[in-house]
């Protein structure tokens, strides 16, 4: 097929971005992999965050938090200001990464399928994501698997999947 003009502007775009978002897909599932292949002493940040902020300050600020996490207590008393902190950038990110990978599973899916049939597949295999992931970790020294992180990966993929469902009404109405 020749395309001329417009129609071979938006082929390109249509292409590249296909090529953009599979490969965005890539990188978030590559990027798991090897996060999940690293014993939990080489991504400790720690120190790193001791040296960064004045843990007396966060201390007294964070002093009255207390958080259930997989059946424990997780505050300051327990982990140290720095390993509380640590606690919540490791969830935060959590959350924001499959957020992010259920967009890029979702993005790529629409290239060859409707919206109401990408949705669903895209939260199947973020779920699917997260299960694998938190399996592979077992395999991996000073690592767990927790079930309450593929809950919070779960979270983060619908929080996503339940933007882009507003985004495409927002669309449609328009």
Request: charged share 20%; glycine share 6%.
């Amino acid at each position: 097929m020749i395309y001329t003009g417009k129609s071979q502007r938006r082929y390109k775009v249509h292409r590249y971005g296909k090529l953009l978002h599979i490969t965005l897909l890539i990188a978030v599932l590559v990027g798991l992999y090897i996060s999940s292949s690293q014993p939990y002493a080489d991504q400790d940040m720690r120190g790193k965050i001791a040296e960064m902020v004045d843990e007396n300050k966060w201390e007294a600020r964070f002093q009255d938090v207390t958080l259930q996490y997989g059946g424990r207590e997780v505050s300051v008393e327990e982990k140290g200001t720095a390993g509380f902190i640590e606690f919540l950038m490791r969830k935060g990110i959590h959350f924001c990464t499959f957020a992010f990978l259920a967009y890029c599973w979702y993005s790529v899916l629409r290239y060859w399928m409707s919206f109401a049939t990408a949705l669903p597949w895209s939260a199947f295999l973020s779920l699917g994501t997260a299960v694998l992931d938190e399996w592979h970790q077992t395999f991996t020294p000073d690592r767990v698997g927790a079930v309450n992180d593929v809950l919070l990966d779960a979270s983060g993929s619908l929080f996503m999947l339940a933007c882009i469902v507003v985004s495409n009404i927002w669309q449609v109405r328009k």
